[in-house]
């Protein structure tokens, strides 16, 4: 992966923090920027739900720092932003359901944890932050496309959190004259994306059902959809985001990165089981709470603002995934 670099400028001289770097996205970012020899990448990360054997590869490379520890604590955040350039804001707990369950626990990870990380990296100075909000901010939004600027009312307190974070950084932009810039992630996977624990995924928990000749099970009747973007679009979006001019006008707001594209976890089921050779059925059982039936994002202010453009549609980012989840999981 990462055969393409999405940045020109020289990053052999500046230093990366990406919180929650232990993580899926976390990792992948991280393997791009020790690929192209940043000076030091470290991350924080509390392994909560991320694994040491995601940042396993990188630990013998001297660019490479691993603080095992919370976002929750101030003391930290400030440690973590010491002599660093570029953050990459990306740990939280993710999940709808997980914060229906636990709203306090997703409040104290994904607000006050991040408002502690906004407030270290202004007191170190940082030069850009760039943070992961989520399109769960559109909430009931009748609108499709989703535009930046037209969001409903958010629908779980996971959604909630991440508008917050939002609200926070558009503050702290303003007040505090940082560079601040959200990414509103539409459903990535790939990768190091776990199909462990009861809140994993739909895209890892086919491929592992496939894999095992086992029956996934479809939340509702399968014909929501989604706009599934591959990990590198993602990677791509966050380096642009933290390298490329920012236009003032952009400055503490959000851009959606997506592909543009439309899948129903129907279609998806069944991209997989061909992909994986399978002739099992799907169990489908009830919606679940705080879900929203559609989903598309409208990328043309990504694209305008910081030259984001999609490399990987769907099927070929299903491609790669599926080889990493047969290595990974099931080589013996
Ligand atoms: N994957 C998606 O489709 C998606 C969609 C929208 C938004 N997001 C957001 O993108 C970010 C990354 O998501 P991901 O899919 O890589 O999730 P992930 O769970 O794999 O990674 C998050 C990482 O953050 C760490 N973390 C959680 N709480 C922490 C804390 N208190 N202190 C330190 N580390 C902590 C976890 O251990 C984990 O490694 C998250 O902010 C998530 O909400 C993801």
Redo the contacts with the bound molecule.
């Keep these: 992966m990462y055969q393409t670099a999405f940045h020109k400028n020289d990053i052999s001289k500046s230093s990366f923090l990406v919180?929650?770097?232990?993580?899926?996205?976390?990792s992948n970012l991280v393997e791009y920027l020790l690929k192209y020899n940043a000076g030091k990448v470290r991350v924080?990360?509390?392994?909560?739900?991320?694994f040491k054997e995601n940042i396993e590869p990188f630990l013998e490379n001297p660019s490479f720092e691993f603080i095992e520890?919370?976002?929750?604590d101030e003391a930290t955040c400030h440690n973590a932003c010491e002599g660093i350039d570029f953050v990459s804001h990306?740990?939280?707990?993710?999940s709808v359901p997980r914060s229906v369950k636990n709203p306090q626990a997703s409040n104290h990870?994904?607000v006050t944890?991040f408002l502690n990380m906004l407030v270290a990296a202004k007191e170190s100075k940082i030069k850009r932050f760039v943070y992961?909000?989520?399109?769960?901010v559109y909430g009931d939004s009748p609108h499709l496309p989703k535009k930046e600027e037209q969001i409903g009312n958010q629908l779980s307190p996971y959604a909630v959190t991440?508008r917050v974070n939002e609200l926070y950084a558009d503050v702290f932009a303003k007040t505090y004259q940082m560079e601040i810039l959200g990414l509103r992630?539409?459903?990535?996977?790939g990768p190091r994306?776990?199909p462990t624990g009861p809140y994993a995924?739909a895209i890892p928990l086919f491929m592992a059902a496939v894999l095992k000749q086992e029956k996934p099970f479809i939340n509702g009747d399968g014909e929501q959809s989604r706009d599934f973007t591959f990990v590198e679009n993602a990677v791509q979006a966050n380096i642009k985001a933290l390298l490329a001019p920012l236009d003032q006008s952009g400055n503490g707001g959000v851009i959606n990165i997506a592909v543009g594209g439309r899948t129903t976890i129907n279609e998806l089921f069944k991209i997989i089981k061909q992909s994986g050779g399978s002739y099992l059925d799907a169990i489908y059982r009830d919606e679940r709470p705080g879900d929203i039936k559609h989903s598309l994002a409208d990328i043309s202010k990504a694209k305008n603002l910081i030259g984001y453009e999609p490399t990987i549609e769907i099927g070929k980012g299903i491609e790669i995934t599926f080889q990493w989840f047969r290595k990974r999981y099931f080589s013996k």
Excluded: H, P, R, V
């Design positions: 919180t929650g770097g232990a993580g899926f996205i976390g924080l990360d509390n392994l909560s739900n991320g520890g919370d976002i929750t990306q740990a939280a707990l993710g990870a994904n944890g992961a909000s989520s399109s769960s991440k992630y539409f459903n990535i996977f994306q776990s995924a």
